[in-house]
Each structure stands twice: as structure tokens, then as C-alpha cells.
């Protein structure tokens, strides 16, 4: 059995927990009770955005679990409106504030918002930003291949992450690929499918029972055994645990392939309309 270790090392040399909590769409009380107990059954990633509105109640939760802020990997997003109005350091800064925290250990451009063609100055303004001990790692989401070419040969630096709308139903073979070329870790949004649909497909289920695991471990397992870091969003302390206990079993590459083949291409994903509105 090929065990996969528990964390992933980014190109920036930082050490990124494979699993990592979800936080959108909940605010206020729900989020930091939903990252309370994350904290307590063992998460140590957590994954919020400025454009959530949860990073107070996401940083009251760190604040307060008495884990040491050196082994949490707190990851926020710039939003639209800070690339707006070129503000990119008030955008952290205001996120820090929120989250009260000194630094984040990855910042995400949200969306890459092609037609704004403000991402290669965001994001070089965000590695400043590292230089300065605000930031360990620069990343970006929702990017695809043509964004990233243009971000690396522009910049002559490589983000250390894309968060994308990634599971077994929406497999992105070629922004993978893209990925693996430049040694940008891939992560996955919305990893369970969100709605449950995926947790009820046949083959998901057939390899659950064959492996005594639930659908949600088989779906996260698919991602870990390819070196995709996911951000499953729970609120249940029981499917939180369960969600983080996937690093004791192991699919046989064959049922990966399987679970791939689910794939129902890119025009399952929500990107096209969100890159625009974002
Ligand atoms: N970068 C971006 O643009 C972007 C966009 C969207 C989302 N995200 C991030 O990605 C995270 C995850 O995506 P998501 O929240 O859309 O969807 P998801 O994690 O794929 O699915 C969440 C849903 O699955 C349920 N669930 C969780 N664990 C389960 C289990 N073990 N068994 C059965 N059901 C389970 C949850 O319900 P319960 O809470 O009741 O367990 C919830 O309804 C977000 O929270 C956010 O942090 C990023």
C-alpha cells in the first residue's frame, strides 16, 4: 500500500497540511464554531478569503485554540476591490487586522479577472509583501494555463499554489499538467462537489464499502494520492475527523483512473461565469 504522507512541501520551502477546512459560506458564530471544533479534531490548514467576511471569526477561532501560530497554515485571498483600487498592501493589511494575526502563511489572488489584466501587478506587489515577513507564500486561484504562462514569463516567479474548482467530477487534467511543469502544488475547491451529488455516485459508493470508508474519504482520497491539496468544508466535528482520516488506506491506481473518469470536462465548472464577476 502506497501511504502518502500528511503534508506537501511548496515550492517556497513552507509545508502545506494536504487537508485543510473549508470556511465559505459560513460567518460569523457558525465559522468560528465550525473552525473551533476543525482545530480540536486536528486541522491545522484553514482556508478563508477577505471576500467571505469570516476571517474575524476564523482568526478568533486560531486565536483561541492555544495551538501555536507556527503550527497553523492560515491561507486568505485578496479580493476585487483591493486589485481595484491598486491596494493590494491595505488588502492584507485589512485581512491581518481581521483575522488578528501578523502574517499569513499563503495569500491567494482570488480570481484572476483577465479583462481587469491586473494580475502579473498583483501579484508582484504581493512578493514584496513576502520580503517583509507579512506573507510566507504568494499563490493565486481560479487561474487557468494561459494565466499562469503569462503570470511565470512575466514575473520570472512561479505561484506556489492554484486553488481551483477541482474533484473527481471536474478532474482538470490539463491545468494539472500545467501545474506539474512548473512545480505549482495544485489545490482543490469545492472537493466534495459541494451539493453531495458526487458522494452518491455509484463507483464512489462501491468503493467505499469495498474499503469500509465513507464516500467523502474515497473523493478525498482521489485527491491526496495525486498530491491535490483539498479544502473540504464541514460544520460536523464527526465529518471534519472523518474528512481528515484519509491517509491510512490507499486506492489501487486503476480505481483512481476509475474515479477520474467521472470527469465531465470543463464545462461543469463554474469559472467561466465567475471569472467574469469577480
Ligand atoms: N478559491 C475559490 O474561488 C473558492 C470557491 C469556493 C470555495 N472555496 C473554498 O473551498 C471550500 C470547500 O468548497 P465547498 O464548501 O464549496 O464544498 P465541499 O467542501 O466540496 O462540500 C461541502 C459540503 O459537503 C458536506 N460534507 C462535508 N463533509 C462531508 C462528509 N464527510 N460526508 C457528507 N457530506 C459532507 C458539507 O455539509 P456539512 O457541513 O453539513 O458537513 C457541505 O454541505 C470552501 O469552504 C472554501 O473555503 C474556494
Not at 27 to 54: C, F, M, P, Q
Not at 60 to 74: H, L, P
Request: hydrophobic letters at 40%; one cysteine or more; charged letters at 25%.
Amino acid at each position: 500500500m502506497t501511504l502518502t504522507p500528511s503534508t506537501i512541501t511548496l515550492n517556497s520551502g513552507a509545508v502545506l497540511p494536504r487537508i485543510g477546512l473549508g470556511t465559505w459560506p459560513l460567518t460569523g458564530a457558525d465559522a468560528e464554531r465550525a473552525v473551533a471544533s476543525g482545530i480540536e479534531v486536528g486541522y491545522r490548514h484553514l482556508d478563508t478569503a477577505a471576500a467571505y467576511g469570516n476571517e474575524k471569526a476564523v482568526g478568533a477561532a486560531v486565536n483561541r485554540s492555544g495551538v501555536a501560530r507556527s503550527e497553523m497554515f492560515v491561507t486568505s485571498k485578496i479580493q476585487g476591490k483591493d486589485e481595484d483600487s491598486r491596494d493590494v498592501r491595505g488588502g492584507l493589511e485589512r485581512s491581518l487586522t481581521e483575522l488578528d494575526l501578523e502574517y499569513l502563511d499563503l495569500y491567494l489572488i482570488h480570481w484572476p479577472r483577465p479583462r481587469l489584466g491586473r494580475y502579473v501587478e498583483t501579484f508582484t506587489a504581493m512578493l514584496d509583501l513576502v520580503d517583509e515577513g507579512l506573507i510566507r507564500s504568494v499563490g493565486v486561484s481560479n487561474f487557468k494555463p494561459a494565466h499562469l504562462e503569462r503570470l511565470i514569463s512575466e514575473t520570472g516567479q512561479v505561484p506556489a499554489v492554484n486553488q481551483i474548482q477541482l474533484n473527481t467530477t471536474l478532474a482538470r487534467l490539463q491545468t494539472r499538467e500545467c501545474h506539474a511543469r512548473h512545480g505549482i502544488v495544485t489545490g482543490a475547491w469545492s472537493p466534495l462537489g459541494s451539493d453531495g451529488t458526487l458522494l452518491r455516485e455509484p463507483i464512489v459508493v462501491a468503493l467505499a464499502e469495498k474499503y469500509g470508508r465513507t464516500p467523502a474519504q474515497i473523493a478525498l482520497r482521489w485527491h491526496v494520492q495525486q498530491d491535490i491539496v483539498a479544502v473540504p468544508r464541514s460544520v460536523d466535528p464527526k465529518r471534519q475527523a472523518q474528512n481528515l482520516d484519509v491517509f491510512g488506506f490507499a486506492l489501487e491506481p486503476a480505481e483512481i483512473d476509475e474515479l477520474t473518469g467521472l470527469d465531465r470536462g470543463e464545462a461543469a465548472a463554474h469559472d467561466a461565469d465567475l471569472e467574469e464577476r469577480t
